[in-house]
């Protein structure tokens, strides 16, 4: 069993910066790819980066690219998502997930096993 506890979530303006975490327990983090979906109100959940286990190799979506970065520290068991630039249109619930592979299979985020609670970003125009 896993456990994703995410935090950082807040509001800020438009052009603005937040850094959000997420903390995993419960088994190996280290050996374990790990994403980062958003869902607005009325959307569907959406991909927004991906990290390898080691964290060598990182995958964003075309929305966020060159303004997020995801990174991760296994010494903390912790995933980060760092965002720059923000826009309105980032305003969404923001979720950590752990994929059960240490690879990155793609954007579907039926392919990952274990999901945090949330933690609400909102971007003001």
């Known amino acids: 069993q896993v456990q994703l506890v995410e935090s950082g979530g807040g509001l800020v303006q438009a052009g603005g910066s937040l850094r959000l975490s997420c903390v995993a327990s419960?088994?190996?983090?280290?050996?374990?790819?790990l994403g980062w979906f958003r869902q607005a109100p009325g959307k569907e959940r959406e991909f927004v980066a991906a990290i390898t286990r080691s964290g060598g190799n990182t995958y964003y979506s075309d929305s966020v690219k060159g303004r997020f970065t995801i990174s991760r520290d296994n010494a903390k068991n912790t995933v980060y998502l760092q965002m720059n630039s923000l826009k309105p249109e980032d305003t969404a619930v923001y979720y950590c997930?752990?994929?059960?592979?240490?690879?990155?299979?793609?954007?579907?985020?039926?392919?990952?096993?274990?999901w945090g609670q949330g933690t609400q970003v909102t971007v003001s125009s």
């Open positions: 997930a752990l994929d059960g592979t240490p690879w990155y299979r793609g954007t579907e985020s039926g392919r990952y096993n274990y």
């Open positions: 419960g088994r190996t983090f280290s050996i374990y790819a």
